[in-house]
């Protein structure tokens, strides 16, 4: 189907840039930390915020989330668990790859999909809401607190509700919540920089391709190919067997929820491990592995339940 290639293509064509500017060295050595930092403590919040504040209430907590939520949370408790007791790893790089596993690119790859396979782009609001007040704010939280050595409950708290991009979300929703109309004097400068965060973070991802190799020796490779499998198979029929037997969703809403599932890892999740300098080549080679992967998993499930 023409527009599964259609948001690949996006992302590809982002993605290709940034590794052509890393090649040729044409933004210099301190491109990507200063990427980074711009696109985790600028850009992202002023995108959600425009995202969340402009969302339908109803869509956001449609059925569609308590079915996403728990799909998302059993594959990634399968990795923490094999991460953490089969394979030893540290909680940090748990973390990272627990949310490769369940962390969908509901924005840049998940609006255009919306919108071309399940025709309005509100269906990922959902998604975005349960991931930005619910997962990311735990996962950075743990990941300060490893990282940064914030070790008191205060502490965490601090490092959480300062977080750049949960405090635009959490306001974005507030404003979706409390039906607040901002002018658009108001609303338009902040989509005007949030727009550039999506391209940005793909460039980013895409410098950071140069001069690696993909599942390279001693980088993850296990922690990679089991995050990928459980975000390419797992997670797409968790979610389709949770909304048929046990919320018994339509046909329209069956089909809606499991291709949200089968969304790509989240560029996010490269940027949070970025970030906090943990498991960065984890979450590169997962996020690459799955939106590859994804193009065949978005056309079965086209195929078998559009």
Excluded: C
């Amino acid at each position: 189907m023409i527009e599964v290639f259609t948001g690949f293509a996006v992302i590809a064509l982002a993605v290709i840039v940034g590794y052509v500017a890393g090649r040729t060295g044409v933004l210099g050595p301190e491109a990507r930390p200063v990427l980074a930092r711009l696109n985790f403590s600028v850009l992202a919040p002023f995108l959600l915020f425009s995202v969340l504040a402009r969302a339908d209430v109803g869509t956001l907590f449609s059925v569609l989330l308590p079915v996403s939520a728990i799909a998302a949370v059993a594959v990634m408790l399968v990795f923490a668990l094999v991460s953490l007791l089969i394979w030893r790893r540290g909680i940090a790089r748990t973390v990272v790859g627990s949310l490769g596993s369940g962390y969908v690119n509901a924005n840049n790859f998940g609006i255009p999909i919306a919108v071309y396979m399940l025709g309005d782009a509100a269906y990922s609001a959902p998604i975005v809401l349960l991931q930005l007040l619910l997962f990311a704010p735990i996962a950075l939280a743990i990941l300060g607190a490893k990282v940064t050595g914030a070790t008191s409950a205060w502490q965490i708290v601090r490092s959480t509700i300062t977080n750049p991009i949960i405090v635009g979300s959490l306001l974005g929703v507030l404003v979706a919540v409390t039906g607040l109309e901002l002018p658009p004097i108001v609303l338009e400068p902040i989509s005007l920089i949030g727009s550039a965060a999506v391209p940005l973070m793909l460039i980013a991802y895409g410098l950071s391709l140069h001069g690696q190799r993909l599942l390279e020796a001693g980088t993850g490779r296990r922690d990679v190919l089991l995050a990928s499998v459980l975000k390419l198979v797992a997670m797409p029929l968790a979610a389709w067997a949770i909304g048929r037997f046990v919320f018994g969703l339509d046909d329209v809403a069956l089909y809606a929820v499991t291709v949200l599932a089968a969304l790509p890892t989240a560029q996010n999740v490269f940027n949070y491990a970025q970030r906090y300098e943990t498991a960065e080549i984890v979450a590169r080679d997962t996020v690459f592995i799955t939106t590859i992967g994804a193009v065949p998993v978005l056309l079965t499930v086209a195929f078998l339940l559009g």
